[in-house]
């Protein structure tokens, strides 16, 4: 009887950008918690703080690193200061990214440019001042923090959809160009998933107790459109994240993982008042 594989990160450093709340967050957690040691890069400087106490407090080593991923120089800066710090780098966690609702039609070209610096550039700075690190440490791995959004038409989100699908094409190719090196990429698709950019929290620290509780009516509309019955919680990303980075997952490169409870498979099916799953608008 074979023992039960553990995800043991020992001796490897994460950079994590965006890691100083929700996803980014969790996943420094859980890299951290399999014994990798971490750098987050973050534009709050609190939860800077509060991510290295956390890190610190497993035993693990952590670099807070205070920037804006919109400025390039910023995120090559941050994976040079990684690198240093500890020696080596061997994981990225492409995490940053955001976005608001506005209609195409109403877009300057300024606000196509913050989504696209935001959410693509800044992982491309990131990714390819890492390269050289990994292929020194004799390969690496790369997790992308994509959506569902960059699979299926996005209303409302049209620049940040694309730049998702972008990225997640990048994935692939990247997986083919840097297999030689020993270096893995994949990405994680969340959709909607409890983080402190969805309850409002964007500034500050990240603080749970004053999230506002959803009301019954948007419970109720996340149960009918997430098979999971309920939204995604930030550590279930940062879990796979852990995975994704570790020897358990050394035969998986160049995949794009959704971890939305069963949205993207669902299609648009809707359950309906007696728990049939219809297609709107049939909803009897």
């Known amino acids: 009887m074979m023992d039960r594989p553990e995800i043991d990160l020992t001796g490897k450093v994460a950079l994590i950008t965006g890691g100083g709340g929700g996803i980014g967050r969790a996943s420094a957690l859980a890299l951290a918690a399999a014994g990798a040691d971490i750098a987050i890069i973050e534009v709050i400087p609190e939860r800077c703080d509060e991510v290295v106490a956390q890190v610190e407090a497993m035993g693990r080593r952590a670099l807070a690193i205070s920037g804006n991923v919109m400025e390039s120089d910023v995120v090559r800066g941050a994976v040079e200061a990684t690198a240093s710090h500890f020696g080596r780098l061997d994981i990225l966690v492409n995490n940053a990214g955001g976005v608001t609702w506005r209609a195409f039609s109403d877009l300057a070209e300024k606000n196509w440019r913050r989504h696209i610096d935001l959410n693509l550039i800044s992982n491309l700075a990131a990714t ?149 799953w219809v297609l709107p608008p049939e909803m009897s």
């Not at 020194?136 to 989100?157: D, F, K, L, M, Q």
């Not at 980075?245 to 359950?271: C, E, F, K, M, Q």
Request: hydrophobic share 40%.
């Open 128 to 276: 390819s001042s890492a390269i050289p690190h990994m292929i020194a440490a004799g390969g690496g791995a790369i997790v992308n923090v994509t959506s569902i959004e960059a699979s299926r038409a996005a209303p409302g989100y049209a620049v940040y959809a694309a730049c998702k699908a972008g990225i997640n094409n990048l994935t692939r190719t990247l997986a083919v160009e840097l297999s030689e090196h020993g270096i893995r990429v994949n990405s994680i698709a969340p959709d909607f998933t409890l983080t402190p950019g969805v309850q409002g929290n964007f500034t500050g620290p990240v603080d749970e107790s004053k999230w506002p509780l959803k009301s019954g009516e948007t419970n109720e509309v996340l149960r009918r459109r997430i098979p999971a019955g309920r939204p995604g919680i930030d550590t279930e990303c940062g879990n796979l994240v852990a995975f994704l980075s570790s020897s358990l997952a050394s035969y998986i490169t160049g995949t794009i993982i959704p971890v939305d409870g069963g949205t993207w498979a669902s299609g648009g099916w809707i359950r309906s008042d007696s728990g049939k």
